[in-house]
């Protein structure tokens, strides 16, 4: 490693490119990102915790953690089932369909809002046939749980699809040889291989649904305690220009996010090293 | 003798072991209806619920609602924002890829992890930031406001905002791109007496056009639907500071359902022909061969 570093540079242009790039993340994502930092240290540690951990803020993030993992794990559950569909079966329409997984990453998400809180409410296409059930979507924590549910559909989906799709499929037919039914593969033979990338798809679906903001703040209802999402308590703080609150709670939801990710990156190792393990294999 | 069974791995199955193979008919037709039905009611349904709710008023109210001034006014902000944010983080991803991926340097994985960042923060934060800076109360609030410069609540705030926001998408593209093509070529044509920037030009840029095609339509996306970090520091000064998803919310707040989701079927209409471009890409690379298939990242658009 070190010896690659002393060897001569013989392209031209490393110091323009790093040079501008240290600059450019320097202005941008250093200098503004450490502002909240800065800031936060000029709160009274008093003040931090209490509100940091007022009922509201509690409550917040309860709501934000549960529904964005039960969101997760909607879309964990049928993340593998439309991934299996997609790589294993042809039916007309495939080809579009896969395609359409992406459109919660390329649909501006106060659109799927506005949308999705029509579609639930009560009087909405799908929300009528709910409140016969007795049961309310729009503006309650199911109705939250639904647009995390849509903003976070295309991680799993995209995370498994290359994993299922160089699966060797001899581990199959061994475990098919050796008499195992088509369940007990899947369950003992394929599942355990696509473990690590389900729970990287879920791991992304889950930390993007914690910061959320635009999909749910429309179907939410937005009650204090009931139905209020961290993010959005952020923007509340911001707008009663009680810029300390407002970064105390950034802090912690910063902290949660980072967290997230670092246990993303460790299984994203070790799905590297799966990879590189099983290289000859496959 | 070799045991028969090795020969009959792949084709000549005994019906009983192919049974196990593969699922029935029944099991396969029930998973694929459960698919449908579950993208069906998260992705197509929204779709022509957009549509249908923009046209229930008909075809003339649908023309007056977007081609309303401020509708129009909403539309050009969001233009100015994404030809300002997508050109920044294309220079950007180019730089930062050039560096990264054809030279070695300690410290490599964290800058990596620091380009990543702006994925990892809540839009609400991302706004945040920047009210944190240049607001009233902000860091360098005193100054501006003695210099009578206005970012926050102006147009100067959204572009940074939205800038931020659609930081990664190109650079995360080429990246693994440039990576996984390594420098030979380069360093051929450096032998051959090319100079730096006809290199990149002539060797480079040609290699990576359709991953870096790719990361700029995504960044389009999302630099035109950024919702959440732009509405912070726009103020929602209307036909001033408002972009075409925050006149979207202002419009369905106000209970104009019919001007929301006329103005919300453009966003969708963009974002429906960003994936068909996608596609197209993709299409494209394939057929060419070459090695530059963009990749599915996971880690794009939060």
Same mark, same amino acid.
């Given at each position: 490693?070190?010896?690659?570093?002393?060897?001569?540079?013989?392209?031209?242009?490393?110091?323009?490119?790093?040079?501008?790039?240290?600059?450019?993340?320097?202005?941008?994502?250093?200098?503004?990102?450490?502002?909240?930092?800065?800031?936060?240290?000029?709160?009274?540690?008093?003040?931090?915790?209490?509100?940091? $951990?007022?009922?509201?803020? %509690?409550?917040?993030? +309860?709501?934000? *953690?549960?529904?964005? @993992?039960?969101? &997760?794990?909607?879309? =964990?559950?049928?993340?593998?089932?439309?991934?299996?569909?997609?790589?294993?079966?042809?039916?007309?329409?495939?080809?579009?369909?896969?395609?359409l997984?992406?459109l919660?990453?390329a649909l501006p998400t106060a659109v799927a809002g506005i949308t999705l809180t029509t579609l639930y409410a009560s009087n909405g296409w799908i929300g009528q046939y709910?409140?016969?059930?007795?049961?309310?979507?729009a503006y309650?924590?199911?109705g939250?749980?639904?647009a995390?549910?849509f903003?976070?559909?295309?991680?799993?989906?995209?995370?498994?699809?290359?994993?299922?799709?160089?699966?060797?499929?001899?581990?199959?037919?061994?475990?098919?040889?050796?008499?195992?039914?088509?369940?007990?593969? $899947?369950?003992?033979?394929? %599942?355990?291989?696509? +473990?690590?990338? *389900?729970?990287?798809? @879920?791991?992304? &679906?889950?930390?993007? =649904?914690?910061?959320?903001?635009g999909s749910?703040i429309f179907i939410?209802?937005?009650?204090?305690?009931?139905?209020?999402?961290?993010?959005?308590?952020?923007?509340?703080?911001?707008?009663?220009?009680?810029?300390?609150?407002?970064?105390?709670?950034?802090?912690?939801?910063?902290?949660?996010?980072?967290?997230?990710?670092?246990?993303?990156?460790?299984?994203?190792?070790?799905?590297?090293?799966?990879?590189?393990?099983?290289?000859?294999?496959? | 003798?070799?045991?028969?069974?090795?020969?009959?791995?792949?084709?000549?199955?005994?019906?009983?072991?192919?049974?196990?193979?593969?699922?029935?008919?029944?099991?396969?037709?029930?998973?694929?209806?459960?698919?449908?039905?579950?993208?069906g009611?998260?992705l197509v349904v929204p779709v022509i619920a957009v549509f249908a709710k923009a046209l229930a008023k008909g075809v003339a109210t649908y023309w007056a609602v977007i081609s309303d001034p401020m509708a129009w006014a909403s539309i050009r902000l969001t233009v100015i924002a994404a030809?300002?944010?997508?050109?920044?983080?294309?220079?950007?991803?180019?730089?930062?890829?050039?560096?990264?991926?054809?030279?070695?340097?300690?410290?490599?994985?964290?800058?990596?992890?620091?380009?990543?960042?702006?994925?990892?923060?809540?839009?609400?934060?991302?706004?945040?930031?920047?009210?944190?800076?240049?607001?009233?109360?902000?860091?360098?609030?005193?100054?501006?406001?003695?210099?009578?410069?206005?970012?926050?609540?102006?147009?100067?705030?959204?572009?940074?905002?939205?800038?931020?926001?659609?930081?990664?998408?190109?650079?995360?593209?080429?990246?693994?791109?440039?990576?996984?093509?390594?420098?030979?070529?380069?360093?051929?044509?450096?032998?051959?007496?090319?100079?730096?920037?006809?290199?990149?030009?002539?060797?480079?840029?040609?290699?990576?056009?359709?991953?870096?095609?790719?990361?700029?339509?995504?960044?389009?996306a999302?630099?035109m639907g950024e919702f959440?970090?732009v509405s912070?520091?726009s103020?929602h000064i209307r036909g001033l500071t408002n972009t075409m998803p925050l006149h979207v919310e202002i419009l369905y707040n106000e209970y104009q359902f019919a001007s929301a989701f006329g103005v919300a079927s453009l966003l969708t209409l963009l974002a429906l022909v960003t994936l068909a471009?996608?596609?197209?890409?993709?299409?494209?690379?394939?057929?060419?061969?070459?090695?530059?298939?963009?990749?599915?990242?996971?880690?794009?658009?939060?």
């Amino acid at each position: 490693m070190l010896r690659a570093r002393r060897t001569p540079r013989v392209l031209p242009g490393f110091g323009l490119a790093i040079g501008f790039t240290l600059c450019y993340v320097s202005l941008l994502v250093l200098i503004p990102l450490s502002t909240v930092l800065l800031k936060s240290t000029t709160i009274s540690w008093s003040a931090f915790w209490g509100t940091v $951990f007022s009922p509201r803020a %509690l409550a917040s993030y +309860r709501l934000s *953690l549960g529904a964005s @993992f039960f969101g &997760a794990l909607i879309n =964990a559950v049928f993340g593998l089932l439309v991934t299996w569909v997609l790589v294993r079966y042809q039916f007309p329409g495939k080809r579009l369909l896969d395609g359409l997984v992406d459109l919660p990453f390329a649909l501006p998400t106060a659109v799927a809002g506005i949308t999705l809180t029509t579609l639930y409410a009560s009087n909405g296409w799908i929300g009528q046939y709910l409140d016969l059930l007795g049961v309310k979507a729009a503006y309650a924590p199911l109705g939250i749980v639904i647009a995390l549910t849509f903003i976070g559909l295309p991680f799993v989906v995209r995370t498994l699809e290359p994993v299922l799709q160089s699966f060797d499929a001899t581990m199959e037919e061994a475990a098919a040889s050796l008499g195992a039914s088509r369940w007990q593969t $899947f369950w003992r033979v394929i %599942l355990p291989e696509l +473990r690590p990338a *389900l729970l990287t798809g @879920f791991a992304l &679906a889950f930390a993007r =649904a914690l910061g959320e903001y635009g999909s749910v703040i429309f179907i939410a209802g937005n009650m204090p305690m009931r139905t209020e999402i961290t993010p959005l308590l952020i923007m509340i703080k911001l707008e009663q220009f009680d810029y300390a609150g407002a970064t105390a709670i950034a802090l912690l939801l910063l902290l949660m996010s980072f967290v997230l990710l670092l246990g993303i990156n460790l299984l994203q190792k070790r799905l590297g090293r799966l990879a590189l393990a099983e290289g000859g294999g496959t | 003798m070799m045991p028969s069974v090795r020969h009959d791995r792949r084709s000549g199955a005994t019906p009983a072991l192919s049974a196990n193979l593969q699922e029935s008919r029944l099991i396969a037709g029930l998973l694929i209806a459960v698919a449908l039905g579950y993208l069906g009611l998260f992705l197509v349904v929204p779709v022509i619920a957009v549509f249908a709710k923009a046209l229930a008023k008909g075809v003339a109210t649908y023309w007056a609602v977007i081609s309303d001034p401020m509708a129009w006014a909403s539309i050009r902000l969001t233009v100015i924002a994404a030809a300002i944010a997508v050109p920044l983080n294309t220079v950007f991803g180019l730089a930062a890829s050039w560096a990264i991926a054809k030279f070695d340097f300690p410290g490599k994985n964290v800058l990596l992890t620091v380009i990543d960042l702006p994925f990892s923060v809540s839009p609400v934060i991302s706004g945040m930031m920047f009210v944190l800076l240049f607001g009233a109360q902000g860091l360098f609030g005193g100054w501006l406001i003695t210099h009578d410069i206005k970012i926050i609540f102006a147009v100067p705030g959204i572009v940074l905002a939205t800038v931020f926001v659609t930081f990664p998408f190109v650079a995360r593209e080429l990246i693994p791109l440039m990576q996984a093509q390594g420098n030979d070529e380069e360093e051929a044509a450096r032998t051959l007496g090319a100079g730096g920037w006809q290199i990149f030009f002539r060797v480079t840029l040609p290699n990576v056009k359709w991953g870096l095609l790719y990361g700029v339509i995504m960044c389009n996306a999302r630099a035109m639907g950024e919702f959440g970090a732009v509405s912070v520091v726009s103020g929602h000064i209307r036909g001033l500071t408002n972009t075409m998803p925050l006149h979207v919310e202002i419009l369905y707040n106000e209970y104009q359902f019919a001007s929301a989701f006329g103005v919300a079927s453009l966003l969708t209409l963009l974002a429906l022909v960003t994936l068909a471009s996608r596609r197209a890409i993709e299409w494209r690379a394939t057929a060419e061969g070459v090695r530059q298939q963009p990749r599915q990242t996971q880690k794009e658009d939060r």
